[in-house]
């Protein structure tokens, strides 16, 4: 299986699902300002698979390295297709363990303060940041966590496939990204990665 990484502007269908669902005008980064990244990942099931995310131009490039070494780490990644993060809802994975990157929406608040949204853009509305097997890699504040799936994940001294590690976090880090594991406080976003680092 070939490993690589191909950078393309958004196909006119996924241009069209995005604006039906996913994008609207105020969104702070344009659709022209939008790239599909499609690259080489490992699986659960230790094979290699083609993996695609939407994410912002300007950063697809050295998204296309991190997850080349990821591929060299046998980093597994349990779904990363378009049709997974855009697809009907019918067709989407029943574990919801997308790994994605662009949706224009808010930032998620901490489970300790509850609520539906923050009032300011997410870094995920630039396309300027990565969700990784958000089951295995929980949001997390207060000893809770917005997705029930994730509960097991919570304790982060047991290493299972998924979760990530060090040379993950790395492998960002060599980009100049940051990683909410890190974050301050008692919330840790342990799926997402970001280049403001929030």
Known sequence: FALHAQIQPLPAPLRAELKAHFWQPGCPVPLSGLRVLTVTHWGFDRQA????????AGAAPALARVFRRLYELRFPIRHMQLSDAYGPKS???????ISGSFECRQAVPSPCTGGKGTGSWS????GEAVDLNPVENPYVGCGRTHDRAGL???????????MVTPAVVQAFRA???????????STRDYMHFSATGH
């Open 175 to 185: 980009i100049g990204w940051g990683w909410g594991g890190a974050w301050a406080g």
């Open 123 to 126: 870094e995920h509305a630039y």
């Open 152 to 162: 097991p994940y919570r304790n982060r001294s047991r290493l299972r496939p998924g």
């Open 91 to 97: 067709g989407r994975p029943a574990d919801g363990d």
């Open 49 to 56: 698979h083609t993996g695609q995310l939407v994410g912002n």
